[in-house]
Every structure is written in C-alpha cells, then in structure tokens.
C-alpha cells in the first residue's frame, strides 16, 4: 500500500520521488546498453526474438481474422491491473483497492466566498500549492470515503427499531476496520462511534454490556470518525423513524449547509455562527400539537482539525457573538450544527464512554502503578491522541479496565467527555462535514448523495 510510504508531513517529496527514480533506472538502462553495444555484447539477440514473438502474435491474430484456428495463446504480460467494483449491497472490499492509483474521489467543490478570494481558482501560484498537499488531502478523501461507503450502507441497511444500540455501533465500527484495512495508527477509526439519542447531543456510545435499544420513535445521531494516518474525517448525520421530526433534521441539515458556504479563507469565525443561527432559528417544529423554536445549543461548536488532533484550538460557533478569528488556508474544519427543541444548552450527564489523551501533555509523574502504566501504553500504541471508547480498550485486549481508567483520568494522564445533553424530554439532531480549505478552493471531503 502506498500509504505506507507517505506516512509523515515528507509525503510532499515521496510524489517526486518514483518520477526521479524512474528517469534514473531508464539512464541506466540506456547506458548499459550503449557500452554493451560499444563492447560487442549480445545481449541485444534477445531483441530481435522478442521483436519475432511479437509479430507471431500479429499473425496469430490475422489468422484468426480470417477463421483460422490456433492454439490460443497467452497473453505476454497481464494488462493493468483491473479496478475493482465495490461488492453491493453490502460494500466488503477495502477501498484501498477500488483505486490503486492512490487518487481517492474528490469531495464538493466550493468557492471561498469573500472577494479577496476571487483569484483564488485560476491563479498558477494557488495551483501549484495545492499540488503540494495533494498527499494530504488524498489521505483525507480516502478516509471520507470509507466514511460515505460505511454510513450509506448503515443507514438503508443496517439501522432499524428495535436493534440494540451497542450491536448497531458494533456493525458500523467493524464496517469501517474492514473497508478502511484497520492498522493501529495507520487507518482506523478516529474517535468513539456517537450514537446520541433524543435530548442528548453528542458523546454518547454504548458502554460494554449496555442493552439499549433503538425506539421507534427516537431521534439518534451517529457522529462517524475515520482516518488515515491521523487525517480524521469527523462528519455526522441525524435519524429518526417517525416523520414528525424530520423537519427538525431538515433545519439542522440546512443550518450545516449554510455553514459549510460561509467558511472560507479570510472569514471570521463569528461570521459563521451568525448565518448558522439565522437559518436553524428560521425554523420551528409541532411535536404533538405544540409548536416548538429550534434553538441551537449554543454551547457546541464546530472545530478545526490537525493531524491526530480532533479539536486543534479553533471552534466555530453555531451561534452569534463568536470569536473574531480568522480561517486560514490550508485548514481543515468539521462544520458541524446542532438544533434542540429544549434550551439550546447541554450538560455532562450520565456514565462516561469517550476518553482522549491531552495533546499537549507527555510526562505523568504521578502514575506508579504497573497497572495504570500497561493501560496507558495499551492506550499510547492503540490511539495516541485520538479519542477512544471503553468498548475498544476491550477490544484491545484490556477487558478490566474500569479502576485503572479512573486513575488514569485521575492523574489527569487522559481527558473523559461524557455524554452531553439538552433537557429530558427534547429532541437534539446533528449534522456535519469536513471541509479542507485549500489554496485554490474549499473542498467538502466527506459531501455524499445521502448528506
Ligand atoms: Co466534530
């Protein structure tokens, strides 16, 4: 897999590589024979008989032209390499090989807004920068779609009322561990699968031995990380089975939308919260005869994303009075929207499934015992930064975990994010995408058919 090779930020060199490499081998070549030549070798006998096999195969074929028959022959060399088809409906093939080339498909190409920007799409000077992060932004799009090909396939196939939350997650989990060929660090999956229900917003994951099952009439969020070599996709998509609330998941798709337009090179971040809360508060839902205002939770935002790190330091709002900060090129984002038929406010509530390692920390002076310290390089080898579920420290191999993650959390060695929640008895949905916002324009990664 060439992803092997382009594992660090020296991926811009490794494209220029093979090109050299190839021209050197050709001179080699030219040069060998040449002073074969000068020297009389014969070596070049085998040329002529490879010319004579070729034009036996030119006869063969006349021959067969005019309804002679011969012996088939084998072709000399196999053509290139077939691109595989995805199998359906259930996609099985890593996507690594549906595109041998290593050039994943584009996402949504936007525009920067802003008229400063304007050059942007034609300018030489921009295109050539963006060639040098292609590698980059190839990493990215392959994650993106593993993420499109596992969520459509969830989403018509696999959720359905009735089905424990813990098997569901399972099922989209080891669907992105095979379509993405997990590899501890390399490719896998980039932080806790969400599957948030009903008032609750987001950092909700099924613990181990949690039998929650999906309702009929819940309103679930399932927020999807993958990533290759730390190059994280973070988009999320809501659900619901009765049709009562989907003009909740509407507003929030749209308030998204609006989101990801108004993002751009040079854009403020408080410009993007303002439109965000204009449309999702342009909208209201009647849930059994009462008419409620779709708030957005205002204390949850979108963020930018580095390698490895889910929340590098910039959130973008979702409401008015943000930060007047400024985007910059070459950033990723997750633009993501919340809207709630409660407060528009969320609270750390209830027994704590996602846990992350603090970026900038390395030492831990207080951690003693041999416990803490196996679960901690168990933790450093399986994920380093990126957040992580109990149910994949079983996985790991680390199925009591429980005390000794406490006083991991205690000796501030790892960070836990409970699940936030609106107010019992309201209705929160989600949307989200991942955006790159590239020299010459701004691609929305993980933009598919279904979001
Ligand atoms: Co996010």
Redesign the pocket.
Known sequence: MTEDQKVDGAAVHTEENPVKELSKQQLKKLRRKEKEKKEGNTDDAQEPQQDTDDKKEEETNEAEADGEKKAPRKPKKPKKPKVKKQTEPEPTIPVSKLFPSGKYPEGEIMEHPLDLNNYRMTSEEKRSQDELFDATYQEARHAAEVHRQARQWFQKHVVKPGAKMIDLAESLENKVRQLIEEQPLKAGIAFPLGCSLNHCAAHYTPNPGDTTVLGQDDVVKF?L?THINGRII?C?FTMCFNPKYQPLLDAVREATNTGIKTAGIDVRLCDVGEAIQEVMESHEIELDGKVYPIKCVRNLN??NIERFR??AGKTVPIVRGGPETKMEENEFY?I?TFGSTGKGYVQEVGDCSHYMKDYNKFSFPNLRDKSSKDLLSAIDKNFSTLAFARRYLDRAGHTKHLLTLRNLVKCEAVVPYPPLCDVRGSYVAQY?HTIVLRPTCKEVISRGTDY
Do not use: F, S, V
């Open positions: 927020d990380g973070d999320a979108g963020h889910i929340h997750a993501e989200e």
